[in-house]
């Protein structure tokens, strides 16, 4: 791999990755077995700080915005905060590193062919996947969840299975993270090169391609000429619709009052279909010490919600503050909420804990939004709106599913790990106080679990959607009436596979 500013202004590849992520680097490494192959990738490498990406280093990396960080900040039109990656290995360099399969009806669904997903699943687990050595804390909400009634146990698995599971890490013992920038390492080193900071800004159809380096050099890519030759759009669900946007495929009306010119296809489904499942969580102070541990254990619950933890996470006063303030300063938005609870901080300590950080996710979700271009920088973040808790349904689902936790907090398994007069309702209720989000706050939050589900909704950063299956790309991933084109990444998906999504993306690569 090497930097952008050192390609050359004019080149020709069998086929172009837009977009070294998570799905994008597993996919390159496959063509290249039988192909010359060219990865973009608008941001940098993960193996120029490799401690940055460690399970003690998390939430220093994903809050940390810098205009060179891996984090890119942006704020959904409801109010969310959020990040997008910019660094090769896409978001799996970020996330919280829970490795589980998606479920059997989602492979049937999708109409893909099994025995190639398990096969698929196993030439990425072989690379990256560990089983994590559960104790404390973690072996705890394992215990409390059977209590609370989310059974049977299901011991380790990968397999998407209704009840309590312990699943894989892409941490390994020594809590060093494995990403998708290490399926890299299966490609042939002869025939693929990958261009570091280089921000593509537009497909001239169907065989070229123009991207930015960091100098603000433009080069040109196009396909070689064979009628198999691909270009393949991986820039996730936030970059492949905008992209595809930028390059003349979207809306007419939409892309002409931005100046898109040309459109080339007039497809108002681009950027259509946009969901992120709705989080909402509860912070429990123990009395107890507590390990540094991600996720490692979830509850699949039969009402379609999963229940994760996190715990002894160590963050940043003088970083989040930085993160709150950066986000808002980007958005042009100021809010009293987050700037009274910095006030409120005791600055002489810098760090603040959090003991026990307990996730309530809902699956699907079934409400619905868009993506919408706000210029024509392709490195500014669109307008993006999830319409969170739009649908009843996925109310429904949140309710139940904190009602699961009140269960959890209030186990005899749990029961070291909670100071003993701090009850479910105050712990939850804590959280209506926190700037978390940019959401009002409504008094009948503290006593109405479906309020205190729209106010305190969060992002566990699954979004996806904006270049769907059906509407946008047909079965096999080509773009609707666009020859040589493909999108391969979570924009594609109809609904988030599985617990976690990035083990079936790296599949999907693959």
Partial sequence: ?????????HAHFDYIVIGGG??????????????????????????????ATDLENFSKTLFNITSDSWSQPFISEDGVYNVRARVLGGESVLNAGFYSRAEEYYVEEAEWEMNEVEASYEWVERKLVFEPHVIGWQSALKDALLEAG???????TLDHLVGTKISGTIFDPD????????????????RIVVYLHALVHKILFTTKVIYQDADGVFHKTELARNAMNEVFLCAGAIGSPQLLMLSGVGPRVH???????????????????????????????????????????????????????????????????????????????????????FKSIDFRSDVMEIDGWIVNKVDGPVSRGHLKLLNKNPDDNPSVTFNYYQEQEDLEKC??????????????????????????????NRMLSLPINLRPRHETAKFNLTQFCIDTVITIWHYHGGCQVGRVVDKNYKVFGIDALRVIDGSTFLKSPGTNPQATVMMLGR
């Fill in 1 to 9: 791999m090497k930097d952008a500013t050192l390609a050359p202004t």
């Fill in 22 to 51: 998570t799905s994008g680097c597993a996919l390159a490494a496959t063509l290249s077995q039988s192909a010359n192959v060219l990865v973009l990738e608008r941001g940098g490498s993960p193996y120029d700080n490799p401690t």
């Fill in 150 to 156: 989310v059974l049977p146990y299901n011991g380790f």
């Fill in 175 to 190: 809590g060093h993270r494995h990403s998708a920038a290490d399926l890299l390492g299966y490609a042939n080193p002869d």
């Fill in 255 to 341: 892309l002409e009052a931005h100046g898109v010119n040309p459109v080339v296809l007039d497809h108002p489904m681009v950027g259509q279909g946009m969901g992120d499942n709705p989080l909402n969580t509860v912070f429990v102070s123990s009395p107890r010490p507590v390990e540094a541990s991600l996720i490692e254990i979830v509850g699949i619950t039969k009402f379609d919600t999963f229940i994760e933890g996190f715990s002894g996470l160590k963050l940043s006063n003088n970083l989040m503050r930085r993160f709150f303030e950066g986000v808002l300063n980007e958005t042009s938005r100021s809010t009293l909420a987050t700037t009274e609870f």
């Fill in 399 to 428: 309710v139940k599913g904190l009602k699961t936790i009140i269960k959890l907090i209030n186990s005899n398994a749990f029961s070291s790990y909670k100071y003993p007069n701090a009850t479910a309702r105050e712990l939850l």
